[in-house]
T-cell receptor, first 115, second 114 residues
Framework: SAVISQKPSRDICQRGTSLTIQCQVD?????MFWYRQQPGQSLTLIAT?????????ESGFVIDKFPISRPNLTFSTLTVSNMSPEDSSIYLC????????????FGSGTQLSVL | DQQVKQNSPSLSVQEGRISILNCDYT??????FLWYKKYPAEGPTFLIS?????DKNEDGRFTVFLNKSAKHLSLHIVPSQPGDSAVYFC?????????????FGTGTRLTIIP
């Protein structure tokens, strides 16, 4: 399995500001993903964080709003930029890859509230 | 377009009885299915999975059934325990799991009544 540390666990932010969420894995992983869960909604994939190159974004998500870094195989960040109340969600880091079986492992999530 | 649907947002079951959570999907390319459990303030944790070459997979108290012709899967928990109270998500992937995204349902909140 993989142990994933995600920080911060929660934050309350002002409209127009940005927040960077960190995801640290205890082992090297092939794939890292960022998901969002809006209140009462399903988990929606934002992007795949690619090591050493630009992230791959899903339809409806853009790099200017959700810049992602992945400098190595154990760490990634997601920034939520120029926040509005509609960005209030749980943001989840997840990983999969060789040695982890056909499973997706999740961090504990970041509960973001935007005022 | 919700390709994975969990039509019951909530379910209450007496402790010791069977809990049955249902999930329907529309994409015939889905090949691999997973169930996750989520407690408040925690990330989802993997429960059980099933490949489309099977129609049943069992792990302890948890059994997942897949009916490909009906594009339907279900999770059975027996006997249900108070610690099973959580939100359950089903998820689906194409054949290249790990290199393609998981599509999640909206979740079912299961409450086990002592």
């Amino acid at each position: 399995s993989a142990v994933i540390s995600q920080k911060p666990s929660r934050d309350i932010c002002q409209r127009g500001t940005s927040l960077t969420i960190q995801c640290q894995v205890d082992s090297q992983v092939t794939m890292m993903f960022w998901y969002r869960q809006q209140p009462g909604q399903s988990l929606t994939l934002i992007a795949t964080a690619n090591q050493g190159s630009e992230a791959t974004y899903e339809s409806g998500f853009v790099i200017d709003k959700f810049p992602i870094s992945r400098p190595n195989l154990t760490f990634s960040t997601l920034t939520v930029s120029n926040m509005s109340p509609e960005d209030s969600s749980i943001y989840l880091c997840s990983v999969s890859g060789q040695g982890l079986g056909e499973k997706l492992f999740f961090g504990s999530g970041t509960q973001l509230s935007v005022l | 377009d919700q390709q994975v649907k969990q039509n019951s947002p909530s379910l209450s079951v007496q402790e010791g009885r069977i809990s049955i959570l249902n999930c329907d999907y529309t994409n015939s390319m889905f090949d691999y299915f997973l169930w996750y459990k989520k407690y408040p303030a925690e990330g989802p944790t993997f429960l059980i999975s099933i490949s489309s070459i099977k129609d049943k997979n069992e792990d302890g108290r948890f059994t997942v059934f897949l009916n490909k012709s009906a594009k339907h899967l279900s999770l059975h928990i027996v006997p249900s325990q108070p610690g099973d109270s959580a939100v359950y998500f089903c998820a689906a992937s194409g054949p290249n799991f790990g290199n393609e995204k998981l599509t999640f349902g909206t979740g079912t909140r299961l409450t086990i009544i002592p």
